[in-house]
């Protein structure tokens, strides 16, 4: 890990948990560097309250010209914020792509809604362990779902139903997914396997594929093309972005087959559907 990745780390842990570390001196052009990846990642937020957090901390050497531009940001972000909707919660509306799966998901929540014992916050926890799952397979780890779960966890962790969890994972056959979710909260963000019950064993990739996805910021988007017509009437497909969609899904194929296979099918199929006739 660079001195970019730790300041970046030191910073989106004080801001998100409150943790205290000390922050290294960095240049100007590193500064504008770690920047970028706060605002690839989406969290500026945790960010700007980790620097406020350590604004007596002598190395903290943001250059002037970068405090404006992320001042600016945030009153943009307040703005844009002003006009969404109003109590819309993160992870609520999310779908899983096997419509199998995608059933019993719906059902475990209409379910648990029409139960005697109602644990919201197990269904809440739910929801945003598939809402990371299908970011992660469209457009790789999601920092900021990542630590939505872990405030979730330290915040209203003592009221969940591990068990009754563990089931429901079971049956949306997302274990792995899940413990790999909390492999990242441990590797990076310092939360202990003991805060995490579904962590029965960390997985080892977790520390790589997060560094990895900080260190590139070439935008993985899952609104390019896939297929289109040339004016000859021929079919072209994108192939860039399909073997990019090839290694994302072999990457995590291993944590939640059954989702990852109907995710790059369904991708794949949209690609088709959106050739102009």
Same mark, same amino acid.
């Given at each position: 890990?660079?001195?970019?990745?730790?300041?970046?780390?030191?910073?989106?842990?004080?801001?998100?948990?409150?943790?205290?570390?000390?922050?290294?001196?960095?240049?100007?052009?590193?500064?504008?560097?770690?920047?970028?990846?706060?605002?690839?990642?989406?969290?500026?937020?945790?960010?700007?309250?980790?620097?406020?957090?350590?604004?007596?901390?002598?190395?903290?050497?943001?250059?002037?010209?970068?405090?404006?531009?992320?001042?600016?940001?945030?009153?943009?972000?307040?703005?844009?914020?002003?006009?969404?909707?109003?109590?819309?919660?993160?992870?609520?509306?999310?779908?899983?792509?096997?419509?199998?799966?995608?059933?019993?998901?719906?059902?475990?929540?209409?379910?648990?809604?029409?139960?005697?014992?109602?644990?919201?916050?197990?269904?809440?926890?739910?929801?945003?362990?598939?809402?990371?799952?299908?970011?992660? +397979?469209? $457009?790789?780890?999601? @920092?900021? &779902?990542? %630590?939505?779960?872990?405030? =979730?966890?330290? *915040? #209203?962790?003592?009221?969940?139903?591990?068990?009754?969890?563990?089931?429901?994972?079971?049956?949306?056959? +997302?274990? $792995?997914?899940?413990? @790999?979710? &909390?492999? %990242?909260?441990?590797?990076? =963000?310092?939360? *202990? #396997?003991?805060?995490?019950?579904?962590?029965?064993?960390?997985?080892?990739?977790?520390?790589?594929?997060?560094?990895?996805?900080?260190?590139? @910021?070439?935008?993985?988007?899952?609104?390019?093309?896939?297929?289109?017509?040339?004016?000859?009437?021929?079919?072209?497909?994108?192939?860039?972005?399909?073997?990019?969609?090839?290694?994302?899904?072999?990457?995590?194929?291993?944590?939640?087959?059954?989702?990852?296979?109907?995710?790059?099918?369904?991708?794949?199929?949209?690609?088709?559907?959106?050739?102009?006739?």
């Amino acid at each position: 890990m660079d001195i970019i990745q730790r300041n970046f780390f030191r910073l989106i842990r004080s801001g998100a948990f409150n943790d205290k570390s000390q922050i290294e001196v960095m240049s100007a052009f590193k500064w504008r560097r770690l920047y970028e990846i706060v605002m690839f990642q989406n969290v500026l937020d945790y960010f700007v309250r980790g620097v406020n957090n350590n604004a007596n901390d002598k190395n903290l050497n943001l250059p002037d010209k970068l405090v404006e531009e992320i001042q600016a940001k945030l009153d943009l972000q307040e703005e844009r914020r002003a006009g969404t909707q109003a109590g819309k919660v993160v992870g609520e509306e999310t779908e899983l792509s096997n419509s199998l799966l995608n059933k019993r998901f719906h059902k475990i929540i209409y379910n648990e809604m029409h139960s005697i014992d109602t644990s919201v916050e197990t269904l809440r926890m739910l929801q945003l362990i598939v809402f990371n799952t299908n970011a992660m +397979l469209n $457009r790789g780890i999601n @920092l900021d &779902g990542i %630590i939505r779960l872990g405030q =979730f966890l330290r *915040g #209203k962790g003592d009221k969940v139903d591990f068990l009754k969890l563990e089931n429901w994972l079971s049956s949306l056959h +997302l274990q $792995r997914m899940a413990q @790999l979710q &909390g492999s %990242i909260l441990i590797a990076v =963000f310092g939360f *202990g #396997k003991d805060e995490i019950d579904f962590v029965k064993k960390e997985e080892p990739v977790a520390y790589k594929l997060t560094i990895k996805i900080i260190s590139n @910021l070439v935008k993985d988007t899952v609104g390019e093309w896939h297929f289109r017509q040339n004016a000859a009437g021929f079919v072209q497909n994108n192939g860039k972005m399909l073997r990019r969609n090839l290694r994302r899904s072999y990457k995590y194929m291993r944590y939640a087959p059954l989702e990852t296979t109907s995710n790059f099918i369904n991708g794949f199929i949209k690609g088709l559907s959106e050739i102009e006739e």
